[in-house]
Antibody, heavy 117, light 110 residues
Framework: EVQLVESGGGLVQTGGSLRLSCAASGFTFSVYWMHWVRQAPGKGLVWVSHINSDGTRTRYADSVKGRFTISRDNAQNTLYLQMSTLRAEDTAVYYC??????????WGQGIVVSVSS | QSALTQPRSVSGSPGQSVTISCTGTSSDVGGYNYVSWYQQHPGTAPKVMIYDVSKRPSGVPDRFSGSKSGNTASLTISGLQAEDEADYYCCSYAGSYTWVFGGGTKLTVL
């Protein structure tokens, strides 16, 4: 069974850092592009970041560029999102998703990140 | 990276059909056939209902269909059922390895 499980969320102070992880299983992780998508409380889905299969290409939404870093460890079947200089507006549920044909089609259950002063 | 435009809400009675629109630009929806639709019930992760504009994943009822004309994609749900009540989001590839979602539409089954 294809599965994505996020971890590493929690409460962090404004200006702090947090690293999210997404453990993949049930498929060959190393051949798939991956995404992070977030959803602020009561709001819609927002694409955050993308990484290609070998980690050599990354892209970011303007709102997180320069503060967030996406990476992956194909040997450990794990996707990461390093978040720094966190702001209140980064408070959201963060989902990792597997890409298929230029679309995020398989999603994890999400992890909550709360940024508070 | 402006969000795609969706109606905030739509509604229909059981058995009826509803259509949710998703309007973008020639740089996203109009430029690629990489449009997907997601259903999200409260407190749960999004579930893909349509991909590649009009394809249905295994297990999604054929009551759900997708189409695109120009810069606007559409999701049609026919034979509405109570369990279809949820939030629906469109997503499009926007070029240069970036993606954009719609603002979401709340479907109410009357």
């Amino acid at each position: 069974e294809v599965q994505l499980v996020e971890s590493g969320g929690g409460l962090v102070q404004t200006g702090g850092s947090l690293r999210l992880s997404c453990a993949a299983s049930g498929f060959t992780f190393s051949v798939y592009w991956m995404h992070w998508v977030r959803q602020a409380p009561g709001k819609g889905l927002v694409w955050v970041s993308h990484i290609n299969s070998d980690g050599t290409r990354t892209r970011y939404a303007d709102s997180v560029k320069g503060r967030f870093t996406i990476s992956r460890d194909n040997a450990q079947n794990t996707l990461y999102l390093q978040m720094s200089t966190l702001r209140a507006e980064d408070t959201a549920v963060y989902y990792c998703a597997r890409d298929q044909g230029f679309q995020p089609l398989i999603w994890g259950q999400g992890i909550v990140v709360s940024v508070s002063s | 990276q402006s969000a795609l435009t969706q109606p905030r809400s739509v509604s229909g009675s059981p058995g009826q059909s509803v259509t949710i629109s998703c309007t973008g630009t020639s740089s996203d929806v109009g430029g690629y056939n990489y449009v997907s639709w997601y259903q999200q019930h409260p407190g749960t992760a999004p579930k893909v209902m349509i991909y590649d504009v009009s394809k249905r994943p295994s297990g999604v009822p054929d009551r759900f269909s997708g189409s695109k004309s120009g810069n606007t994609a559409s999701l049609t749900i026919s034979g509405l059922q109570a369990e279809d009540e949820a939030d629906y989001y469109c997503c499009s590839y926007a070029g240069s390895y970036t993606w954009v979602f719609g603002g979401g539409t709340k479907l109410t089954v009357l």
